[in-house]
């Protein structure tokens, strides 16, 4: 199992930036995984964007291609999301989650942190 803490939410304008981190512990591996996600009071959990360990390659919803980007950093077990140009319907909360594989279904999740844009 993955250990998954996030951290960098907050309140920011329209037009502004956010960087969001996850730090991953426990049984990681270079096959994993990690991804971000996000729900929206009222809504469905959606996906955002992800990157794979080893080779970080990456990829992203259609909502956020072009403002947002994920990195690794592998010697330190930590996944970034750097928010740009956030627009009030990326008020959510956010969660970093992690597989096996990319593949696999996500199985270890993060608590979660609130980001809100105003407008």
């Known amino acids: 199992q993955v250990q998954l803490v996030e951290s960098g939410g907050g309140l920011v304008q329209t037009g502004g930036s956010l960087r969001l981190s996850c730090a991953a512990s426990?049984?990681?591996?270079?096959?994993?995984?990690l991804g971000w996600f996000r729900q929206a009071p009222g809504k469905e959990r959606e996906f955002v964007a992800s990157?794979?360990?080893?080779?970080?390659?990456?990829f992203y919803s259609d909502s956020v291609k072009g403002r947002f980007t994920i990195s690794r950093d592998n010697a330190k077990n930590t996944v970034a999301l750097q928010m740009n140009s956030l627009k009030p319907e990326d008020t959510a909360v956010y969660y970093c989650?992690?597989?096996?594989?990319?593949?696999?279904?996500?199985?270890?999740w993060g608590q979660g942190t609130h980001v809100t844009v105003s407008s």
């Open positions: 989650a992690a597989r096996h594989t990319a593949v696999a279904p996500y199985g270890s």
């Open positions: 426990g049984r990681t591996s270079s096959s994993y995984s």
């Open positions: 990157i794979t360990w080893s080779s970080g390659m990456t």
